[in-house]
């Protein structure tokens, strides 16, 4: 299957540490984005990429969330110092455009819990 | 500002049952409106993308369609494995972030 993959799947991490998550997207998707969701809501965009660059940010992403893919491929997600607030999944999607038409496809989604 | 509303938040069926669930938006232009399938645990699921008022799309018993306001997902004699949570969601004309909705939670019963 060559979809949207996540890791890990699952992080259970304490107040205050740091993690990491990844995402790889479907080989020829040249856009990357990253939602969070929280229970009982739509995903929330954060951060997306085309290729290597950075295209956009939400307000609502504190400078402890960073984001890179730096050669256009996969894509990390780190959170530093990790609030109890942050518990939430973590979701990816990846696209390309085909004139004016652009479908997201999601991955699995990384789950986490910050006790 | 740019917002997308679903109703209800929860409808709960028989099997068979057919009903609609809505989805109202604005956007300053809209470069397409989006359904995905999401079930508990997992990365939402893509069904459909409309792009013009009166619009449809069909998928086995589920339909799609688009005014200039809003979106109904009709789904016809539902089975329990459409159980799920259904999303809608826009995208401005810039493209790029998808706007979500809160989501419908369905839940057919045998």
């Known amino acids: 299957d060559t979809g949207v993959s996540q890791d890990p799947r699952h992080k259970i991490t304490k107040r205050g540490q740091n993690v990491t998550f990844r995402c790889d997207p479907i080989s020829e998707h040249n856009r990357l984005y990253w939602y969070r969701q929280t229970l009982g809501q739509g995903p929330e965009f954060l951060t997306y990429f085309q290729n290597e660059a950075q295209l956009e940010k939400s307000r609502l992403l504190s400078d402890r969330f960073s984001a890179e893919r730096p050669k256009g491929s996969f894509s990390t997600l780190e959170i530093q110092r990790t609030e109890q607030g942050d518990s939430a999944m973590y979701l990816c999607?990846?696209?390309?455009?085909?004139?004016?038409?652009?479908?997201?496809?999601f991955g699995p989604g990384t789950r986490l819990l910050v006790l | 500002e740019d917002q997308v509303t679903q109703s209800p938040e929860a409808l709960r069926l028989q099997e068979g049952e057919s009903s609609s669930l809505n989805c109202s938006y604005t956007v300053s232009g809209l470069r397409g409106l989006f359904w995905y399938r999401q079930d508990p645990g997992k990365g939402p699921e893509f069904l459909f993308t409309?792009?013009?008022a009166g619009e449809e799309k069909e998928k086995e018993r589920l339909k799609a369609t688009l005014t200039k306001k809003e979106s109904f997902l009709h789904i016809t004699a539902p089975k329990p494995e459409d159980s799920a949570t259904y999303l809608c969601a826009v995208q401005a004309p810039q493209g790029g972030k998808l706007i979500f909705g809160q989501g419908t939670e369905l839940s057919v019963k045998p």
């Open positions: 409309l792009y013009s």
């Open positions: 999607a990846s696209s390309t455009r085909l004139g004016g038409a652009e479908t997201q496809y």
